[in-house]
């Protein structure tokens, strides 16, 4: 099912592009679990995730993320870090509640895929109760995104 994405960034078929991303954003939950998404680049695979439309928990599509690091540092034969460098730059950590948050903070210290800059912007916000340190869009909810208190501190239209 993800071939099709990979080819059509590749041969620039930006019609074709469009019908993949809608159908990943339609069934996120189902595609992230299949072996075309452990498949995709990290260019292919970044330019899904900046995507609002996804259909999945931002929790769920960092443990997706992190199983597609290291199938793909298995096959190219480079470090974790190095193959999710470029994706991991998509995952909207500011959107975790705290305990996951520090959940997720301690996975990392296995592999070390997200960048402890990340995390400690993600960690910021929550303190602060404010985006701060952050693009912008990384504090927007995504389609599939489930609702969490903290929320409500992000929208900077909410003052």
Do not use: M
């Amino acid at each position: 099912v993800c071939v099709v994405p990979q080819a059509a960034v590749t041969y620039g078929l930006a019609d074709l592009q469009q019908h993949c991303l809608a159908f990943i954003e339609g069934c996120t939950a189902e595609v992230v679990q299949t072996r075309g998404f452990h498949e995709l680049s990290d260019t292919v695979l970044a330019q899904v995730l900046s995507s609002d439309r996804l259909a999945v928990d931002e929790l769920d599509l960092v443990q997706a993320v992190r199983e597609w690091a290291h199938v793909s540092s298995a096959v190219l034969e480079r470090p974790v870090p190095e193959v999710a460098a470029l994706p991991v730059q998509e995952l909207r950590l500011p959107l975790l509640a705290p305990a996951e948050l520090a959940k997720l903070e301690s996975h990392n210290q296995r592999d070390l895929l997200i960048p402890v800059e990340n995390i400690a912007a993600a960690w910021r916000s929550h303190v602060l109760k404010k985006v701060s340190g952050v693009p912008s869009h990384l504090y927007r909810p995504r389609c599939g995104t489930k609702p969490r208190e903290h929320h409500r501190h992000l929208d900077p239209h909410t003052k």
